[in-house]
């Protein structure tokens, strides 16, 4: 049962993956895009990562995805893409690029699969998840607080009005 | 493990390659940021694959950490964005191909 659930949301986070790249309109993008976390979530979830699966919706979805459109509304972008030349000529090159990384992964993955089923399922509760956050990883969390300070005062800095300008 | 671990390897890098194709491909700032979204989200997925396959917790926890340099990354580079468009008036990439020191 979760392995079927599991190919249909891995199908539909690809699909819907697909059409954020392809969308000519940056708000259409973000919409795809927050679909395919919704369902890199659930398989987050049946990966037995049931607290990454709510960050995931949280943060990527709630809070990452909702800075984007803020900014695009912001900034006021019509969907303004401009079409120089046919579209073949940019996306040519790039998904012959694509095809050809992917074939080799998918080649590697194929010529050595990792034997992985028949174990039972895994859960991390999050107890477990956080205990072995704040023992092991107390330091990183640290510095990860000071990246995020450092990111706050940066993103201030950078955004500023200048008093001359406007 | 509900599924194989190639399976999983091999869905991570399909989406892997998608968020490559939309860096490389798209000409809007936005557009080329949405693509690094993507690909650390294959990252994560792949994390946490791992993380069940060897039954060890720290896949998840480093899954954490990706959030939080992403969030970083993020706040500072849509504020770039706002900053480039106030100067300019675009957000086509290629219109920021000179550096003036």
Not at chain 2, 4 to 20: D, K, T, Y
Not at chain 2, 38 to 44: H, R
Request: net charge positive; hydrophobic share 60%; with cysteine.
């Amino acid at each position: 049962m979760a392995t079927v659930i599991f190919y249909i949301l891995g199908f539909t986070a690809l699909a819907a993956t697909a059409m954020c790249i392809t969308r000519r309109n940056p708000v259409h993008a973000v919409i795809y895009l927050v679909n395919a976390f919704f369902a890199l979530a659930l398989i987050f979830y049946l990966l037995g990562a049931p607290l990454v699966a709510a960050w995931e919706i949280i943060i990527y979805a709630g809070a990452i995805m909702v800075l984007f459109l803020f900014i695009i509304m912001m900034l006021e972008l019509a969907p303004t893409e401009e079409l120089r030349g046919p579209g073949w000529l940019r996306w040519g090159p790039v998904v012959l690029l694509g095809a050809v990384l992917l074939g080799c992964t998918l080649l590697l993955v194929v010529a050595q699969p990792m034997a992985g089923t028949g174990d039972p399922a895994y859960y991390a509760t999050p107890r477990d998840f956080g205990y072995a956050l704040f023992e092991r990883y107390a330091l990183a969390v640290q510095i990860v607080s000071f990246q995020l300070l450092f990111a706050a005062v940066g993103a201030y800095y950078v955004g500023r009005v200048e008093r001359g300008r406007r | 493990m509900i599924v194989p671990m190639a399976h999983i390897l091999a869905f991570s890098a399909a989406l892997f390659i998608m968020g490559l194709s939309c860096v490389l491909a798209r000409r809007n700032l936005i557009m080329i940021l949405i693509g690094v979204e993507i690909m650390l989200n294959a990252v994560g997925l792949t994390l946490v694959g791992a993380s069940a396959l060897w039954h060890s917790v720290d896949g998840q926890i480093f899954v954490i950490f990706l959030m939080a340099m992403t969030s970083a990354e993020v706040a500072i580079s849509l504020a770039m964005v706002v900053y480039l468009s106030r100067r300019r008036g675009t957000i086509t990439a290629n219109d920021f191909d000179g550096m003036k020191g």
